[in-house]
């Protein structure tokens, strides 16, 4: 295999080089994709060298080679979709500056990349985690145990039954419950607000939790002896944003995921954001219903869930069909 020192004379190489100067210094890439580049591009004339083709007669079967080369590799179809998207930039490059007349990769079509599902608990895991956080109240063996579990089991309640982001989740504000609490207003991305409704559980979880900010701020009596302002938000904290952090949320979750003897690994904000989707579209649930909750600006974002449940009708065939096997 050559390395760089040996292209270092080569002039297609000299071609690569001059393209990746373009591409800091017009278009200030920056510096980590320059190295991911002049990699990629140091593979793609490795190949073409060991066809003995060089860069400025090479067609779009010699490109379709080096692909399968790569795929013949174990390469993913990721990583052969961005190898394949430098050599795109490259050769326009050379056509631009009119070293080349024609694109090779103009109909070279990019590999399938394989659709990341979203991880989904089931119903039954949903269940055994809120009995997990049921149990840690019943069992807290003090009274700041009794409140940490207590904010996390409506923390959970929330995030189940309103399927909001945790960035969401964490930063609600005591103002956003409204009413009688059937309802909750949710700031998401780009500012838009959105109301959802609240099961009866989590309304009952959020209306003891507002109370007992209520007593504790009638009880935080400070050195003059004014009564202290309760927290605007619904889920406080010291730390300088005044709110639960994420990450707190989230360590908390992995320990009731152990505690739950769920591998902790299935469990996150993100996870029960899309259990709520999929399990709603698995009841019924109309999909622009669900955008709605979701807070998606496009449906096209909500449709992956019904893969989701696609894929589930494929698992449940391919397991018990008498056929399947």
Request: hydrophobic share 45%; aromatic share 6%.
């Amino acid at each position: 295999m050559k390395n760089l020192a040996d292209l270092s004379d080569n002039q297609d190489w000299n071609l690569v080089e001059n393209f990746l100067e373009m591409m800091s210094a017009e278009r200030g890439v920056a510096d980590n994709t320059i190295v991911a580049y002049r990699l990629d591009l140091q593979k793609y004339l490795e190949f073409l060298t060991g066809q003995k083709i060089g860069i400025l007669e090479n067609t779009n079967k010699d490109i379709a080679a080096f692909l399968s080369s790569l795929n013949k590799k174990g390469l993913s179809s990721a990583s052969s979709a961005r190898r394949l998207s430098c050599i795109r930039q490259f050769h326009r490059f050379l056509c631009a500056e009119d070293i080349r007349d024609d694109d090779p990769t103009r109909i070279i079509s990019s590999p399938k990349l394989a659709k990341n599902l979203p991880k989904v608990l089931s119903e039954e895991e949903v269940n055994v985690l809120f009995e997990a956080a049921q149990a840690a109240i019943k069992n807290a063996n003090s009274v700041a145990a009794l409140k940490r579990a207590r904010l996390l089991y409506v923390m959970l309640e929330l995030l189940y039954a309103t399927g909001m982001r945790v960035s969401e989740l964490i930063s609600i504000k005591r103002e956003a419950v409204m009413r009688d609490a059937h309802f909750l207003t949710i700031i998401g991305k780009g500012k838009r607000e959105r109301i959802v409704p609240l099961t009866d559980k989590a309304r009952d979880g959020v209306l003891m939790l507002a109370k007992e900010l209520e007593k504790e701020a009638k009880r935080g009596q400070v050195g003059s002896g004014i009564v202290a302002v309760p927290s605007q938000y619904l889920f406080p904290a010291k730390g300088k944003q005044g709110h639960i952090s994420r990450q707190v949320f989230a360590r908390m979750l992995k320990d009731l995921a152990l505690a739950a003897n769920i591998f902790p690994d299935r469990v996150s904000p993100h996870i029960l954001r899309h259990a709520f989707a999929s399990h709603l579209l698995a009841g019924g649930a109309d999909l622009r219903v669900v955008q709605v909750l979701l807070g998606h600006a496009d449906i096209s974002t909500t449709q992956i869930y019904t893969h989701v449940l696609d894929e589930r009708l494929r698992q449940l065939v391919q397991n018990h069909h008498p056929l399947s096997k």
